[in-house]
């Protein structure tokens, strides 16, 4: 992977930590650009890299560990500025001479930690302050020439560096949100300590992104490009528009399976914001065929998953044959693939050619697109901040994630027109109320369940009635990895289920999902 031009690079050398690419994040926070490579990676190939600083993130494992994950010093002694953050702070106090000791006492959660030197590391943080542990081994003493900056009551060595060979570390993890005056302390060491430049802001992005995939598209060359009314695919197509304009065919697939409103956002406002040439397959009653008498949620999802590709490949041969008509040829196809998904499939060499799957509409079996992905290098706040500086609806770009098979996962029980109808109107109340509380961005997303094949006594007015349950399941997450249930306001949550059963006449009762992940999944099916 490339890094953007013009602008630095730090390298994230990830020893396993759950937490290697907020790291990333946090250094692009800073305004600085980042990216993750394993810690399997020669010295040599990371220095070839030429980074302004490299960064040894946290893991799980004790530096004296049989077999643990380890790194040549040589990146000690390139004259390349390092820190390193808890495990990676152990393997630059022993590469460097100094004294990693399992001392017995761990450090695990919320802790004092008192700065006795602050150095420029830790100048004009509090000489108190609480930092987030994770430790068992302690550093007992610091290699030679470097100054000891803070301890905690059982680490006589949380944070020490050598500024005059750019080498810095500490402890703790300074990238959690738990660890009070954290990005500062990052910040110190990039600005400071590593002298890089802060160009990474996303008003350079937008442009740059714009120019690459100008220069991979060429002149006269054309592209096509999956909407699922999401922001990735939004933005990566808002992206391309600029760059190519007309040459870019955009597919929407309406299979009837989104929220409220979100047809229409995709046809009307998109096109409005973007000017992209859209074509619009409506599949609606493909899809409603497909899932009739279907109960069993990996059913479902199969089935939607297949009639999707379907969906999409017949559109294709569509654009693709009147691109024929004029003696054209779509050779590129536009995907929304994101930093993390770059990562966490193996790194960042990506593959150049995907064959594309079709197995219906006639066209050869062998038909290859170019790739083009100009979110590549951005995680999803990145992407949603692009999003804006392109001019989107905010609705699109703040859009809570969904699930591809859409509201299909969301009903227990068979797919109907009539049930999904029913569903669409109680999770529209409920964004309403949650936008009109103002917590759209505290929220990862609130899914609205509707348990068509439960049915519950109510009482309206003087008669009784036999509704549906719905359940609504507020979540927080950052990475959807792990999520917490979200403490949504009691008054916000009374107006949810109050409209929703005077306003949907076939429900009468409203629930809540407590439930964290693990154990429970974000999504009910």
Same mark, same amino acid.
């Given at each position: 992977m490339t890094q953007p031009a013009e602008h630095d690079l730090v390298l994230v050398v990830d020893f396993g930590a759950q937490y290697a690419q907020l790291i990333a994040r946090r250094v692009r926070e800073a305004r600085v650009y980042s990216e993750i490579v394993p810690h399997t990676m020669p010295v040599a190939d990371m220095l070839a890299r030429n980074p302004k600083a490299i960064i040894l993130s946290g893991g799980p494992s004790s530096v004296y560990a049989e077999g643990a994950p380890g790194i040549d010093t040589a990146v000690f002694t390139a004259g390349v500025p390092v820190f390193g953050m808890c495990y990676g702070f152990q393997l630059m106090a022993k590469g460097l001479g100094g004294e990693v000791?399992? $001392?017995?006492?761990?450090?695990?959660?919320? $802790?004092?930690?008192?700065? &006795?030197?602050?150095? &420029?590391?830790?100048?004009?943080?509090?000489?108190?302050?609480?930092?987030?542990? /994770?430790?068992?081994? /302690?550093?007992?003493?610091?290699?030679?020439?470097?100054?000891?900056?803070? /301890?905690?009551?059982? $680490?006589?060595? @949380?944070?020490?560096?050598?500024?005059?060979?750019?080498? @810095?570390?500490?402890?703790?993890?300074?990238?959690?949100?738990h660890s009070e005056h954290g990005q500062k302390v990052l910040e110190h060491f990039l600005h400071h300590i590593a002298g890089a430049r802060q160009t990474w802001t996303m008003l350079n992005i937008a442009e740059e992104q714009i120019e690459r995939v100008r220069e991979q598209i060429g002149d006269r060359g054309l592209a096509i490009c999956g909407l699922s009314g999401g922001v990735d695919s939004a933005v990566a197509a808002a992206i391309v528009q600029r760059a190519i304009g007309d040459r870019l065919h955009c597919v929407f697939v309406d299979h009837g399976l989104l929220r409220e409103g979100e047809a229409e956002q995709v046809e009307r406002d998109f096109v409005a914001a973007t000017g992209v040439n859209l074509h619009v397959y409506d599949a609606r009653e493909t899809f409603l065929a497909a899932l009739a008498g279907v109960t069993d949620p990996e059913e479902k999802r199969k089935i939607i998953g297949r009639e999707f590709i379907r969906a999409f490949e017949a559109a294709e041969v569509q654009v693709l044959g009147e691109a024929a008509e004029q003696g054209e040829k779509v050779g590129f196809l536009v995907q929304g693939t994101l930093y993390p998904d770059v990562v966490e499939s193996g790194g960042g060499a990506g593959t150049s050619n995907i064959k594309s799957h079709h197995n219906v509409g006639g066209l050869p079996e062998d038909l290859e697109f170019a790739l083009v992905e100009p979110l590549r290098t951005l995680f999803k706040d990145e992407v949603r901040l692009v999003g804006e500086q392109l001019g989107l609806p905010a609705e699109m770009v703040w859009r809570q994630p969904f699930p591809g098979p859409g509201l299909g996962i969301r009903i227990i029980g068979e797919v109907t027109a009539d049930r999904l109808d029913i569903l669409r109107r109680a999770d529209a109340i409920a964004r309403q109320e949650l936008t009109r509380a103002g917590l759209d961005r505290d929220i990862w997303q609130m899914p609205v369940v509707l348990l068509a094949d439960v049915r519950s006594v109510g009482v309206q007015g003087d008669g009784r009635t036999y509704g549906h349950p719905v359940v609504i399941r507020p979540v927080t997450s950052e990475d959807a990895m792990t999520a917490d249930w979200a403490r949504l306001p009691y008054e916000v949550m009374e107006r949810i289920s109050t409209r929703i059963t005077n306003e949907v006449e076939e429900i009468n009762r409203v629930t809540l999902d407590i439930t964290s992940k693990p154990p429970g999944t974000i999504e009910w099916e």
């Open positions: 000791a399992h $001392t017995g006492a761990r450090e695990y959660g919320r $802790t004092p930690v008192a700065v &006795t030197e602050p150095g &420029t590391l830790l100048a004009g943080i509090p000489g108190e302050h609480k930092v987030w542990m /994770s430790h068992g081994d /302690s550093v007992a003493q610091a290699p030679e020439g470097f100054t000891v900056l803070a /301890s905690t009551d059982v $680490t006589p060595v @949380a944070a020490f560096e050598d500024v005059g060979r750019g080498l @810095a570390g500490v402890q703790w993890h300074p990238e959690v949100l």
